[in-house]
């Protein structure tokens, strides 16, 4: 029966290397990670560098689960539907209509071009 690679990583505590490098490629910083995992600063510095006062940190099953979740949008989760988080700066997406015309109303779209 063929596998999946995720088959492959199940189980694996997540690395200093690995969690340093989901912050970078969701372009957040340590202050900014820690704020949407709901941890303090010093605690992704822990995570980042694998060594709390000269101790080795393992990253929990329920931070890899939220940096899953963050990774894919969610903000919060409510038991029910998750919420999705919006930048502060969130640039303005052109209307789209349904045939997927940006900017053009569907009355003036390709199917019904304007007479």
């Known amino acids: 029966m063929p596998h ?5 990583h199940a189980g694996e505590a997540m690395s200093a290397e690995a969690f340093r490098s989901w912050r970078k490629e969701l ?5 900014e990670a820690a ?12 995570y980042e560098k694998g060594r709390r ?25 409510d038991g029910r539907a998750p919420v999705a988080h919006v930048p502060d700066e969130a640039p303005e997406a052109p209307a789209t209509d349904i045939a997927g015309d940006a900017g053009v109303p569907a009355e003036e779209g390709p199917e019904n071009p304007a007479a």
């Open 35 to 46: 704020e949407r995992l709901g941890f303090k600063k010093r605690m992704i510095q822990y």
């Open 53 to 77: 006062d000269g101790k080795a940190v393992e990253i929990p099953l329920t931070v890899r689960l939220a940096c899953y979740a963050v990774s894919l949008g969610a903000a919060d989760f």
């Open 27 to 31: 372009g957040l910083k340590q202050k």
């Open 4 to 8: 999946s690679d995720s088959e492959d």
